[in-house]
Antibody, heavy 121, light 108 residues
Framework: EVQLLESGGGLVQPGGSLRLSCEASGITFHAYAAGWVRQAPGKGLEWVSSISGSAISTYYADSVRGRFIISRDKSKNTLYLQMNSLRAEDTAVYYC??????????????WGQGTLVTVSS | EIVLTQSPATLSLSPGERATLSCRASQSISSYLAWYQQTPGQAPRLLIYSASNRATGIPARFSGSGSGTDFTLTISSLEPEDFAVYYCQQRSNWPSCSFGQGTKLEIK
């Protein structure tokens, strides 16, 4: 059974940093692209970032480009999202998601349960 | 920027009825459309990709159709567990993608 488990969320002040992790089990995670999708409280879904299975290619939404960095560790079957210069509008539940394919397609067939990031002073 | 508009915002139906949800794109997206289901407090679940392909493990009562700018998700006979929020997602402007605002399917 495929499982994705996020961690690293919490309360951070504006301008601060946070690193999210997503550990996969039941799957060879690096055989697929993966991504992060967020959902602000009571709102819809917003794609944040994706990374290819090889980790060579990374992609970002305009709203986070230059502030967030996506990466993955093949040996740990883990996906990361380094979030810097955080703003109040980054407050959301962040979902880790597995892509259907090795090269990023943004078709996400498995999702974690999410981790809440709150940016507030 | 490609905008997806879902209608209706809320759909009230009874178990056993047929549900038809709409997603319209602001410009042609070919068949680069997916549908997701989200129940309260849960992560989204992929139902349909490439407009009409059912994801693994998705019951046959879910079907998707459309191409270009107009797409439909149909649930042939509603089960109690189908009452949820449904999102469409386009990936025509890959590597970016965007979601619609959602349709809430509620029990009448």
């Amino acid at each position: 059974e495929v499982q994705l488990l996020e961690s690293g969320g919490g309360l951070v002040q504006p301008g601060g940093s946070l690193r999210l992790s997503c550990e996969a089990s039941g799957i060879t995670f690096h055989a697929y692209a993966a991504g992060w999708v967020r959902q602000a409280p009571g709102k819809g879904l917003e794609w944040v970032s994706s990374i290819s299975g090889s980790a060579i290619s990374t992609y970002y939404a305009d709203s986070v480009r230059g502030r967030f960095i996506i990466s993955r560790d093949k040996s740990k079957n883990t996906l990361y999202l380094q979030m810097n210069s955080l703003r109040a509008e980054d407050t959301a539940v962040y979902y880790c998601a597995k892509d259907l394919y090795y090269d990023s397609s943004t078709i996400f067939d498995y999702w974690g349960q999410g981790t809440l990031v709150t940016v507030s002073s | 920027e490609i905008v997806l508009t879902q209608s209706p915002a809320t759909l009230s139906l009874s178990p056993g009825e047929r549900a038809t949800l709409s997603c319209r794109a602001s410009q042609s997206i070919s068949s680069y459309l997916a549908w997701y289901q989200q129940t309260p407090g849960q992560a989204p679940r992929l139902l349909i990709y490439s407009a009409s392909n059912r994801a693994t493990g998705i019951p046959a009562r879910f079907s998707g159709s459309g191409s270009g700018t107009d797409f439909t998700l149909t649930i042939s006979s509603l089960e109690p567990e189908d009452f949820a929020v449904y999102y469409c997602q386009q990936r025509s402007n890959w590597p970016s993608c965007s979601f619609g605002q959602g349709t809430k399917l509620e029990i009448k």
